[in-house]
């Protein structure tokens, strides 16, 4: 249970957030990558990419499943099992509905608390995996910035949020 993180305070639904899950959830970022170019993740963009490729796949080859695309899932499963993983915050904060008046996240570690604009916080990275495998020493997720100007040393021991 040291793991389950919340979302509380000036919210309309106060949720509950647990990072072991997340490795099964399609919007995870593969965060090997992820500030190589800076740019800002869009996971509508991504999808349409990989829709479009899977698309033109079956009008050149036929709606047949070639031993490439076992080999690509394969890769996958493995990739999951090995990779550095976050996801960004935006929709759990999103579903937990803060209110009008609400302006500040405020993000407890276990040695501060970090007070961010929540206009920016949907832009905030909370890494939950490395190298396959929960963040149990310095976890249970850490945050990152999403122009990764933290990336060398982002804010570690996260255990809740609050929306002020």
């Not at 009008?59 to 695309?69: D, Y």
């Amino acid at each position: 249970m040291e793991n389950i993180m919340t979302i509380s305070g000036n919210v309309n639904y106060p949720i509950t957030l647990d990072p072991a899950t997340w490795i099964f959830d399609d919007r995870r970022i593969d965060l090997t990558t992820c500030f190589v170019n800076k740019e800002m993740y869009n996971a509508d963009e991504e999808y349409t990419k990989a829709a479009s490729k899977h698309w033109d796949r079956e009008i050149m080859e036929g709606a047949i499943f070639p031993p490439t695309l076992k080999t690509e899932k394969k890769f996958e499963k493995e990739k999951m099992i090995t990779g550095t993983f976050g996801i960004h915050l935006k929709p759990f904060l999103k579903n937990s509905e803060p209110k009008n008046d609400a302006v500040t996240l405020v993000i407890h570690a276990t040695d501060a608390e970090y007070e961010y604009p929540l206009s920016k916080a949907g832009d905030l990275i909370l890494k939950f995996s490395e190298d396959g495998k929960p963040l149990k020493t310095d976890g249970p997720v850490h945050v990152y910035f999403a122009d990764g100007s933290n990336q060398h040393n982002p804010i570690k021991n996260v255990h809740r949020f609050t929306v002020k």
